[in-house]
């Protein structure tokens, strides 16, 4: 690879970012580098003694079951929050909380919160006027998106197949924009795999608190399932997305009791508290980056590009240290 095309590589890479996050694209891309690390990681399990015709098939049906499967997972889950049984649910048990934190609260704090719950309806119903594109392309919402998302499954799966074809030698070119893409994978594999293992540990102490702590002192919170399924969902993304599940589940609980939002709190407080060295534990030792890093990192990158661009942040950051890695340059 020459200077030339290393600098040139780095550039449409940049350029690629920026228009993927412009474009909201980034749900496919997501989709994408899914298919293409876990077909990697099948694929290089299976046997390579045999004909190459018979491994090229096995190849393709790895990545056939992994795009299958991974698009099954991902339209069940939003079946499930789209149903009777989550959004609308979510939406009647929150004007409940409301309505009766407006009969508890000082006056001029209750003053605050919406009168009715068609109040609410409407309140919320402008918030997702007002970011409804933002929220269609992180949430997967709308024929367009879906395409795209089927669209990045199946590149991801071609990309992943490309991956184990000889390829004896490559132009300057396209062997510095391989490079990025084997350094974007990596990134990708460390930060998502990291953060599912925080997120089940949350959602495990979450799980643990609302079915059985709660229980055994005679307290049933409503929406368990959907609370604990949220809580998994939200946090994949790190630091912010257990504070936002957690702010949930508080205010759930103010409906029950003052006491059992009090308790919520301290519960809570402890699992976020234990986030942090879990965070700074796995993700921090995969991508060398702090909690703060990474927090800074979506902070900036939600102002540029909203939430896209926070969903983002994580894997963007640690692409970024890698480069900078391989270039010692940190």
């Known amino acids: 690879m020459t200077q030339k095309s290393i600098i040139t590589s780095y550039i449409l890479a940049l350029m690629a970012l920026l228009l993927v996050l412009h474009f909201h694209l980034l ?8 298919v293409h690390v876990l077909t990697g990681k099948v694929a290089r399990k299976l046997p390579t003694d ?6 090229e098939v096995a190849l393709g049906l790895v990545a056939l079951i992994v795009a299958m499967g991974l698009f099954g997972v991902g339209f069940g889950l939003w079946s499930f929050l789209h149903s009777h049984h989550g959004v609308t649910e979510l939406l009647s048990v929150v004007a409940e909380t409301v309505d009766h934190l407006k009969r508890t609260l000082p006056t001029n704090l209750a003053q605050l919160l919406p009168d009715t719950v068609d109040e ?3 309140r919320l119903a402008d918030l997702v006027r007002e970011h409804g594109r933002h929220l269609s392309a992180v949430g997967m919402e709308g024929v367009l998106t879906l395409a795209h998302v089927l669209l990045g499954m199946v590149v991801g799966g071609m990309t992943a197949l490309h991956s184990f074809a000889a390829t ?11 490079s990025r893409l084997s350094n974007l994978t990596d990134s990708f594999e460390k930060v998502v795999f990291a953060q599912v293992k925080i997120s089940l540990l949350n959602s495990l102490l979450t799980a643990l608190y609302l079915v059985v702590i709660l229980p055994l002192c005679g307290i049933h919170l409503p929406m368990v399932t959907l609370l604990i399924i949220f809580t998994f969902l939200s946090g994949m993304l790190p630091v912010v997305g ?4 957690n702010a949930v589940i508080v205010v759930i609980s103010l409906g029950i009791s003052p006491g059992v ?4 709190t301290i519960f809570l407080v402890v699992i976020h508290k234990l986030e942090y060295f879990t965070n700074a534990r796995i993700v921090g030792g995969e ?3 702090r909690a703060w890093e990474l927090l800074c990192a979506m902070l900036l990158m939600e102002a540029m590009f909203g939430i896209g661009g926070m969903v983002a942040a994580p894997i963007a950051y640690a692409w970024l240290k890698t480069e900078l890695k391989m270039l010692e340059l940190v």
């Open 120 to 122: 609410l309806q409407a």
């Open 287 to 289: 991508v060398h980056a």
């Open 261 to 264: 939002g009090g308790a919520s």
């Open 242 to 245: 257990n504070l936002v599940s």
């Open 168 to 178: 004896p030698s490559w132009p300057p070119l396209a062997a510095a924009l391989s």
């Open 50 to 55: 045999g004909s190459t015709l018979a491994h």
């Open 27 to 34: 749900p496919a891309v997501i989709a994408g580098l899914a």
